[in-house]
């Protein structure tokens, strides 16, 4: 059996993945053979794997970390939320069903065998495997049904690092209050706290250091100081909560980005936030869509009532404006399909029935059981000798009544057409998530948009540096840790000394 270490927090979003991506990232730095695992995650932010796979992209970020190609055995379960107590549920890389909570719980025995199927498999071929959690460590009323947390660690002989947030307040109830709710044999696996998000001077907090390890006498491993501008995926809503603030201007190209109830892989579009000339901002209301030049429907696990929220909201008026002012409308996966003029659901995929498109493209679309995951290589029709690289993720197909597509995919030897567009390109959607991050596709299509706007083109070696740059991110997130954390405790601990 490998080392195993294991990442907990006192709450959601209070900075696991990100810790778990560091101290991977860390590692494979020095050599070690290391690999991440969380055996469930809940997110509609998905990744397929070269297999056809589908996981979660924290966990995807995770094994960029340790510079190993993603594979469904680090993340066995992913739960995609359809509702605000049922989700479609992925184990091991494909679709097992789709379960209401109550049900999920009830699966735990049959369920928890695929966590150690995956674990044994990633086991036998790494020195350390560090473990992702998930909410709270403390979550006492799920003891008994928890997939994630203590099982996991249990089954894996685990050390335990927790980590806090100090930015939301609290943290002295976060970590004092966690370690009070533990049972004693998980208290004793903890080996130190992470506090994590720390504004100012870090000095003050030595009191507070002080406090925590007298209390709990458990040590602080370290204080992380908060990162502004760190450009890594995120799962949480954080990137959603800044760019729905953005200031649009007419120096740079202005992305309004429809946000969705139920919007899936909305990490899509980080990278046109990355461009200097980019703008993006989540549109929450119609009123959200002035002044952008481009408007982006996005995915979404639930296509029908997302459309029907878009027709509620009303954004049909909006982006009929948008598009007769000469804007670009862009779908992509369901916000593709919404483009069409008929969305069918026989199978009763999403409850059943038939709904009208927003009528943008001449296209119908037909919900399927069977759900569409792989990687492909595919060449831009509305952008000459553009190339770029993605993945599916969807359950339903997509018929033009007539128009061209967007893209032409090699698909194991075979070529078909992806998506569909308008006579002057202005109006094109897709199914390819991942499409914006070639620097060479994305910089020739933001410098359609300078020109039609009255702007002069850039270079594509500016959209190069970016891609570079965020290639580059993960060691300056693992730079920021290993300064922080005493990780001379944390390779002892694993036997990496």
């Known amino acids: 059996m490998p080392t195993a270490l294991a990442i907990l927090g006192t709450a959601s979003d209070v900075g696991k993945s990100l810790v778990t991506a560091g101290l991977c990232r860390i590692l494979s730095r020095r050599g070690v053979r290391v690999a991440p695992f969380k055996s469930q995650n ?6 397929v794997t070269a297999e056809g796979g589908e996981m979660g992209r924290a966990q995807v970020l995770q094994a960029e970390a340790c510079r190993l190609l993603p594979h469904v055995d680090m993340n066995p379960i992913l739960l995609k939320p359809e509702a605000d107590s049922r989700s479609q549920v ?8 789709s379960q209401d909570a109550k049900g999920y719980f009830g699966c735990k025995p049959e369920l928890f065998r695929y966590v150690e199927e995956s674990y044994a498999r990633l086991a036998s071929q790494y020195d350390v495997l560090v473990i992702e959690g998930a909410g709270s460590a403390a979550e006492v009323n799920l003891r008994d049904r928890d997939l994630v947390n203590w099982p996991v660690v249990e089954m894996a002989d685990a050390r335990v ?6 930015d939301r307040g609290g943290v002295f109830a976060q970590v004092i209050g966690t370690l009070d709710l533990l049972e004693p044999w998980e208290r004793d696996r903890v080996m ?13 907090f030595d009191d507070g250091v002080a406090i925590l390890e007298n209390r709990t006498k458990i040590p602080v491993l ?11 995926d995120q799962e949480d809503s954080v990137t959603i909560e800044q760019n729905g603030r953005v200031e649009f201007s007419g120096e740079h190209i202005n992305i309004a980005v429809v946000l969705l109830p139920r919007m899936s892989n909305f990490t899509d579009f980080n990278v ?7 703008r993006v901002r989540y549109a929450s209301t119609p009123r959200d869509l002035e002044e952008a030049d481009v408007v982006i429907l996005p995915g979404t696990k639930q296509t029908i009532k997302d459309l029907a929220y878009v027709k509620e909201k009303g954004f049909p008026q909006a982006l009929t404006g948008h598009v007769r002012r000469g804007g670009e409308l862009v779908g992509v996966c369901g916000g593709f399909q919404m483009l069409g003029e008929t969305i069918a659901d026989p199978q009763c995929v999403e409850g059943g029935g038939q709904e009208s498109g927003l009528h943008f493209l001449p296209m119908d679309t037909e919900l399927e059981i069977a759900k569409r995951t792989i990687q492909v290589a595919a060449q831009a029709l509305f952008l000459k000798d553009q190339s770029v690289k993605g993945y599916e993720i969807h ?14 995919i090699n698909d194991h030897g075979s070529e078909r057409v992806d998506g569909a567009q308008s006579s002057d390109g202005l109006i094109w959607g897709t199914y390819l998530h991942g499409v914006f991050d070639a620097p060479e596709f994305r910089r020739a299509w933001l410098n359609r948009v300078r020109l039609r706007k009255g702007l002069s083109e850039i270079g594509l070696a500016e959209s190069e540096q970016v891609s570079e740059r965020l290639l580059a991110a993960l060691d300056r997130w693992a730079d920021h840790v290993e300064c922080h954390v005493d990780m001379k405790k944390i390779l002892r601990a694993i036997g990496h000394t």
């Open 222 to 232: 370290g204080v992380l100081p908060f990162i502004r501008d760190l450009e890594l």
């Open 42 to 47: 809940m997110s509609l932010n998905s990744y």
């Open 90 to 97: 992925i184990v091991q890389g494909k679709v097992w069903g």
């Open 161 to 166: 690092i927790l980590v806090a947030d100090i």
């Open 395 to 408: 359950m339903g197909i997509t018929r033009r009544r007539q128009g061209e597509g967007c893209f032409l």
């Open 192 to 204: 130190g706290v992470v506090i994590n998000k720390f504004r100012g001077d870090r000095s003050l």
């Open 272 to 278: 046109l936030a990355a461009e200097d000339d980019g």
